[in-house]
């Protein structure tokens, strides 16, 4: 499973693409990196989607791609994450095969339950915290739903918004399998640093919190 997951924001990376903030988590020992670029025509998205890919193989780790299957599957990622008024999941994993690893944004229950259903191997809940790095989440649910979800579905729960250091073992302690950070990461002057404390702040508080009913033969067949 993971630990730590890692969104570029090449607004808050001073500069750095999202390839060189990318290989600055995985230095950091970022469990996974997801490209996020909204705005970004496919050419330029797949350019950081190729270097991206490279670094991932390089450190072991996994690479993700919000929203586009189609960069997804031409640069080799391990899957891509799809939020609510994205495809379906389960036209998603038509496409994409078993293979691919295929995450989903949800902030309810049901939605989560909907997911599962469909073929995600995981779901992104939140946003957490309030945050302003993705203006068109709903804000700050708070923990109640991470748990909630985490004791509703049978696949993993990666935590997301607003998550900081001062956060972040709160999430884990909620039920979250894994904490996703944005700003946290990406945004500090030394990202590998920051990305290094915050998977260690997890790693610490995780053999404190209570075996999860659910069991890892519920979460599918994934080797993460």
């Known amino acids: 499973m993971f630990d730590l ?26 469990d996974a990196v997801q490209l996020r670029m909204k705005r970004a025509d496919g050419r330029a998205m797949l350019e950081q989607a190729d270097a991206i890919r490279k670094a ?42 078993e293979s691919a ?42 923990l109640g739903p991470v748990f909630e979800i985490s004791r509703g579905i049978g696949i993993p729960v990666v935590a997301i918004g607003g998550i900081n250091r001062g956060n972040i073992q709160d999430v884990i302690k909620a039920g979250a399998d894994s904490a996703a950070v944005v700003s946290a990461a990406v945004g500090q002057p030394d990202i590998s640093a920051a990305v290094h404390e915050l998977r260690d702040l997890i790693l610490k508080v995780r053999p404190h919190v209570a075996p999860d009913a659910r069991g890892d033969s519920l979460r599918r067949n994934l080797a993460i």
């Not at 969104?7 to 999202?18: G, H, N, P, Q």
């Not at 988590?25 to 970022?30: E, N, P, T």
């Not at 073929?119 to 992104?124: E, R």
């Open 5 to 30: 997951y890692v969104v570029t924001d090449a607004s808050l990376s001073r500069r750095l693409s999202e390839a060189q903030t990318a290989e600055l988590a995985y230095r950091g020992g970022a």
């Open 56 to 97: 991932a193989d390089d450190y072991g780790r996994f690479f993700f791609v919000n929203d586009r299957v189609d960069i997804a599957m031409i640069s080799g990622a391990d899957g891509v994450h799809l939020g609510q008024s994205d495809i379906p999941v389960a036209r998603a994993r038509d496409i994409m095969g």
């Open 101 to 142: 690893i295929i995450g989903a944004s949800v902030n309810t229950l049901e939605q989560a339950v909907k997911a599962e259903e469909e073929g995600a191997d995981y779901v992104g809940v939140g946003s957490v915290f309030t945050t302003s790095t993705k203006p068109d989440a709903k804000q700050a649910i708070g």
